[in-house]
Every structure is written in C-alpha cells, then in structure tokens.
C-alpha cells in the first residue's frame, strides 16, 4: 500500500511537472525556439518601423496576432514613410486598369483598381483616387490600399477637359455621420455620400481650396482668403479672411500646399515655383517659411504636398530633385521632387473631419 501510495505520489509529481512545463514551453516547437506569433512586440514594433511600404502588407500577413499588431499601429508606420509615385496602367479587353505604387527603392505594389474601366482618374483626395466616368459622369473614389470605395452621382458639368485644373476635397462630417465630396470647376459643388443630387455654390473666381485642420479654405483671384463652411444643415456661409499684408499680384499658377500643420501659397512658373509664402494664422499675416529644410511633393493632377525631411534626407540621392531657394535668402533652401501623381502613406487611413 505504501508503494502504491508513493507510486501515485510519484505519478502526480510526474504528471504536475509535466504541465507545469507544458505551460512553460508552449510557445516554443520542437527545437527550443519561441513561436513567431509571441515576438515581444517592443522587438516587433522595431522590425515593423525598419519596413518598406510594400513589405509592411508581407509582415501584416504572417499571422493572426502580427496582422493584430499591424492594424493597431497601421497609422504610425504610414506617417513615416515617404510619398511614393503612383500610376494607372491600362488592361486589355476594357477590364479595370492597375493601380502601381513604387517607393524610393523601386519597391513596386500592384493591384487591381475597381471602377477604373472607363474613367479618368482626376487625382487623390484622402488617400481615395478620384475616378471621373466618361460617359457616366459620376464620380468613384477607390482607396487602393484599403480598397474602400464611395459613389457621387452623375455631376451636370463636362469636366474631363479640365483634368489638370479640377481641384477637390473629401471630408467626413460628424454632425451628419456622411462623407462629402467637393470639387472646385468654375464653381464649387459638393455631394453627400448616399444622396442623388449636388449643391451648387456661386462664388468670385476661385483659384484653389483647400482643407486644414477642420476648415475649407479657398483662395479668389484677387488673393483674397476664405473659410468656406458648407451648409449641411443650414445655409452655407463665407468668412472672409483679412491678412495684415498681401502677396505679390503677379504670383501666377498659384496653388495650396499643406504641410498638415502650415499651409503655404506656392506659384509656379513652368514646373519651377517661383514663391512659396506661409499663412501665419496667429498674427494672420503672409510670411517666408521658417529656415527648415521642406520637401515639396509636386504633382500634376490635384494633389500636392509640404513635409519636413526628418528622416528622408536621404530622398534627394535616390530621386531626381530640384533645390530652389526662396527670395535671396539662401538658407531658406527647400527640395522640389516632380511626378504625374504622388500617393502619401499617411493619408491611407487619415480621415479629414471638417468643422461643420
């Protein structure tokens, strides 16, 4: 009876320390080596920012719990990564068009566009291409990396002519929880998403808009600056801007650049920008940019943008780029990097809420 007891003693302590190490390695196969899925995610956070943009959707696919941690930081990674140039390459047989991307390694990601067959493609907005039907005359904003999609009905004027000087904003609005697609020809016009019509706003001669940090703002051939808040609800109202100074009336070409935190005025001459000037939006007044170094992303359909170098100073040896000099003040230096279309990473998931 004793040995019988001190054998099931011995079959308990036996089966215990068998769990025990169970639990203990149950991470690790047969060689000792942890599972990928349970990579420190401090050490996983580390890999993930040393990513290219096209390998960051390989690293999301690995399995479930990296996919997990891709999504929840899917908004930090984007914002780090450079701009990238982005292009619509026709398919045979009038099926929809592929969508490139390549970064500044020459890393390329290709995929299908819906709703491209048929259609110009006006620009970006959002992270949304902007698809104009050519007999149907509606519009289709695709997200080629999400591949959301939201429909704007058929719109009264003839714009493909106009490819290059079409000019519009996507906006989300919580008061009506709906996106609202505006566009400038002419005349601003803006459509709710889920609704069969346009509004139609008459205004002076506009030369560009812009969203800001919650605002729509338009810039009038006469330099003159306005809030635009459209009404979603009530009548939609202009607010009329009064910087102590104004620019140069021989600044031709000129168009909206933001930065996400500065918004500028840049003129062209040819490719070339001739002046780019900051509002100052606490002394409301037109200034010179800081003595920063900025990459300006230029591109010929819609869609332009500011950033500071940070960490892509090294775009300028892996891209052709023109460095410009602002007024006679050489330490205002700034890079100038020119493509058809530029696709910004940051606005992959960014939605622009507007102030209504």
Known sequence: MTKNHND???????????????????NFDHNGVASWSDVNHDVLFLVMMRLGFIDFFAFSGVCKSWRSFALSNRNTFMASKPPMKISIEPRDNNEDSYCCLEDFKEQRFKTILPHSCDRICFGLTCGYLVLFGRETRDFWLVNPITKHELHFPYYPLYVAARIKKLRTILVFAPSISRWVFVLLHKKISFSVAGNNGWHHISSTCIRDLQ????????????????????????????????????????????????????????????????????????????????????????????????????????????????????????????????EQMWYFPHDCFNVNRFDD
């Open 8 to 26: 099931d003693d011995d079959d308990a302590s036996t089966s215990s320390s068998s769990s025990s190490s169970r639990k203990r390695f149950k």
């Open 211 to 338: 969203y800001f940090k919650g605002k729509i703002y338009t810039l009038h051939n006469d330099f003159s600056l306005r809030e635009l808040r459209l009404g979603l609800r009530q009548k939609h109202k202009w607010i009329l801007l009064k910087p102590k100074n104004f620019p140069n009336p021989k600044l031709f070409n000129s168009q909206f650049v933001s930065s996400g935190e500065n918004l500028y005025v840049m003129s062209h001459s040819g490719l070339l920008p001739k002046k780019i000037i900051e509002l100052d939006f606490g002394e409301m007044k037109w200034v010179l940019p800081d003595k920063t170094t900025y990459a300006f992303f230029i591109g010929n359909r819609n869609y332009s943008a500011a950033f500071k170098l940070g960490s892509w100073a090294d775009l300028q040896t892996q891209h052709k780029s023109s460095e410009y000099f602002l007024g006679n003040d050489k330490s205002r230096k700034c890079m100038f990097f020119y």
